[in-house]
């Protein structure tokens, strides 16, 4: 068989050219059918053709209608003049790893379909390959899909935003006819002054509008080279994933609490004992020993800092995410009117339900010792031997909190969001928080916020803020012989505007700081294109994590004030060294990034997560949540090298299922300017009603 093939700037994109083939002049005899599983741009086709039928098909009912056994004559019967119908489906799901049979693409084009339709059409088959051609064999000349979708970005990485849409010979012509948008080199002519212009006959140059990326196309085959290379045929790179995804599989259904509860729940279609029907992919999420969820973005950092990737939330795939997931259209409805949560933001439960969940995939390079590790630091981190009430915690009433003596014992300010700090005696606060905290952003050349996830060379930077002279002064710790480089702290309105995305969401707006620091901290960290901007606003998202009003702040993820205490400093650093691991208190304090430390002498470990308002001063503040911790928690913020074990053994201490130090406060009262000094009495007025 012989196809075409067309380069697209991506391959979801190519899909939506798919839409022609149930675009012609009897578009309401016309039916766009789908499964239930799959990506969100098929969802989208949907609404290229609005006066289009809609058919969605669950997983029950597309077996049923699509089985070999209902392919007849009678239902490729259908006159001359009848429209076209186009059913899309994945030959592997991207949410748990099915595989839907391949027979199914005569089947359809033979009409099973029409049963669920008022007019007989003739039915074309788009199969989205783009995740099974990835460690799977499509055989073209067996099967005859009439558009074939896949990524080369998922085969072997490179190059991004680049797809391919195959189409079968002597389909382009009859279905893809009725295109009406031109462009660029996808025509033989085309007037200005007069409404004519005439496609190109060869069916790939009149779809490709404008110049493609031919570097990345060159690049492609270099990819399909080296895959083939590295990865030998994939009939065996099928069998290898599947069998490691089947042990990983094998092993979650089996593991148990102490208390005898299941540690995961996995979510899939197939019991996993056919390659033929399951591919390399295990879906799951993690349960604790009283069955509570954990959430999905905990995983994800527990295994991050072992240097393991995976992903989570629905992966595009709303359809399967809600079926696993048990989710009503009324439950979705709500959780994004409501509370707020949209896709890819970092709201992983609400009400104790998963948004979504944790996908590991299996590749070509996958081997035994990946599923080994995966699995052996999920139960290290999630295990428990019963349903137990989090280590550590003492409750103190109201009378207790009055009669001890707390004061601010150490005070940071962060200038430069995942900067290093600078330690004062006293400092200002103002309406964002304190003065000059967290101002700056460095912002990467794709306009995203850097944080030490990104490069944990960011802490190396030390910013100190000089009042009288107004200036920032930046120093890179592995040069401190001088001062590098001063930025004004006044010159807000020289520069050119910048966003940047924060990584909880939104967005900042702010003023570039120049050319010269942008030279400086790119040169430092070695990475190109970097910016300082000068945050002036912030555009966040409607709620934050708990589903409470966003505080003001400017590049702060959450809120205006992180606030710790030196029990529960010294609380951790003896529990790390218990572990066997060197380091000083100063180097774990540094690492949780706080601004207010507070001591006291009779004050338990943790005692400020129970804290729901306090008085700093003459300064009243309400907690907004406690502090969720990720792998940054890992870094040395003296030598910006990591180490797994301040996050593990933090992980081995949950409090209400969660990984957390410090509280996020925010000003209850007002925010006339006042200061803040060290030595000040604190005052606990308020106490967590939930401990």
């Known amino acids: 068989m012989k196809e075409f093939i067309l380069f697209n700037t991506y391959s979801k994109w190519a899909i939506a050219v798919n839409k022609a083939a149930a675009k012609d002049s009897r578009s309401w005899d016309s039916t766009f059918a789908y499964t239930a599983d799959n990506h969100t741009s098929v969802l989208g086709m949907r609404e290229l053709a609005p006066r289009t039928n809609i058919l969605c098909l669950a997983r029950d009912k597309a077996y049923k209608a699509l089985d070999k056994g209902l392919s007849s004559s009678r239902h490729n019967d259908y006159p001359a003049d009848s429209g076209n119908s186009l059913f899309a489906y994945p030959a592997q799901s991207n949410f748990a790893g099915t595989k839907y049979p391949l027979e ?16 007989r059409t003739k039915w074309y088959v788009v199969l989205d390959a783009s995740t099974y051609v990835c460690t799977n064999h499509l055989d073209l000349g067996k099967y005859s899909p009439d558009f074939v979708v896949l990524s080369f970005y998922k085969m072997f990485g490179y190059p991004t935003g680049l797809g391919a849409l195959l189409v079968r010979n002597g389909i382009g012509a009859a279905v893809l006819r009725r295109k009406k948008y031109f462009g660029g080199g996808t025509v033989e002519v085309a007037l200005a002054r007069d409404r004519h212009h005439v496609f190109r006959k060869k069916l790939h140059e009149r779809l490709e509008d404008g110049t493609i990326d031919f570097l990345s196309v060159i690049a492609v085959g270099h990819g399909l080279d080296s895959l083939h290379r590295l990865a030998g045929p994939m009939r065996s790179v099928a069998g290898r994933t599947y069998r490691l995804a089947t042990d990983l599989y094998r092993r979650m259904c089996g593991a148990r609490h102490g208390n005898g509860t299941p540690v995961f729940r996995v979510y899939a279609d197939t019991a996993y004992r056919c390659e033929d029907e399951q591919g390399g992919i295990v879906n799951f999420n993690v349960l604790r020993a009283n069955g509570d969820h954990v959430g999905y973005n905990e995983v994800k950092n527990v295994v991050s800092a072992r240097n393991i990737v995976i992903r989570v939330g629905c992966f595009c795939n709303p359809g399967a995410c809600q079926t696993h997931l048990e989710h009503t259209n009324q439950d979705l409805k709500r959780n994004q009117q409501v509370v707020g949560h949209i896709c890819g933001d970092h709201i992983d439960l609400i009400d104790g339900r998963p948004t979504g969940s944790v996908r590991a995939s299996f590749g070509y390079q996958s081997t035994t010792l990946d599923v080994d590790k995966l699995y052996d630091t999920l ?13 550590n915690r003492q409750l103190i009433s109201m009378d207790a909190y009055n009669k001890m003596d707390l004061r601010v014992k150490r005070i940071f300010v962060y200038p430069i969001k995942s900067c290093g700090a600078f330690e004062t005696n006293e400092w200002q606060l103002e309406s964002y928080g304190f003065l000059y905290d967290r101002n700056w952003v460095v912002v990467s050349d794709t306009g995203v916020c850097m944080t030490q996830l990104e490069e944990p060379k960011l802490c190396l930077i030390r910013p100190y803020v000089d009042l009288q002279k107004g200036t920032m002064s930046l120093l890179y710790a592995e040069n401190q012989e001088e001062v590098l480089m001063t930025v004004p702290l006044d010159t807000v309105c020289s520069g050119d505007k910048k966003k940047g995305k924060i990584c909880w969401g939104g967005s900042v707006e702010g003023i570039d700081c120049g050319d010269e620091v ?17 945050c002036t606003g912030r555009n966040p998202p409607k709620v934050n994590k708990y589903g409470k009003l966003d505080a003001k702040v400017l590049g702060s993820n959450q809120c205006q004030y992180l606030l710790t205490t030196d ?125």
């Open 379 to 391: 139960i290290e981190h999630f295990w428990q031997n019963c349903p137990v009430t989090p280590v």
């Open 104 to 119: 199914w693409i005569e089947t359809c084009q033979n009409g099973a379909l029409n049963q669920y339709t008022d007019n």
């Open 567 to 691: 029990s529960t400093l010294k609380w951790l650093h003896q529990e790390i060294e218990n572990n066997l691991t060197e380091m000083s208190e100063d180097s774990v304090l540094f690492r949780f990034r706080g601004n207010i430390v507070v001591s006291g002498d009779d004050l338990p470990p943790r005692a400020e997560l129970t804290w729901r308002k306090m008085v700093i001063g003459d300064v009243a503040f309400q907690t907004d949540s406690v502090c969720e911790r990720c792998k940054i928690v890992n870094i040395d913020q003296d030598t910006s090298e990591s180490h797994y074990k301040p996050l593990s053994v933090l992980a081995q201490h949950k409090w209400n299922g969660k990984t957390v130090y410090g509280i996020y406060l925010g000003r209850e009262d007002t925010d006339a300017p006042c200061n803040i000094r060290v030595g000040q009495r604190c005052v606990v007025t308020g106490l967590v009603e939930d401990q």
């Open 518 to 534: 942008a030279t400086w901290l790119s040169l430092n960290l070695d990475r190109p294109g970097l910016r300082l901007v000068r």
